[in-house]
């Protein structure tokens, strides 16, 4: 699974909060940390957008703030 966003700052708290997320599901005993590890090697964090021009499926979970969502000039 790619996990993009604009900026690296954003997918390193992204990935944080994952972390945190998969750290309590183990401590509440739904997880086991080769489970966690497993997870995590699905994810594939990345800033470019080329990186999901394959995709089959894509979520957007921006805010509807259209100067967010329009394409940025390069």
Partial sequence: M?????????????????????????????????????VLARLIPVTDMSAVANADFLVEAVPEKLDIKAPRPR
């Fill in 2 to 38: 790619i996990l993009r966003d604009v900026e690296q700052r954003y997918l390193d708290r992204g990935m944080d909060s994952i972390l945190k997320n998969l750290d309590r599901e183990i401590k509440k005993g739904k997880l086991t940390e080769a489970e966690k590890g497993t």
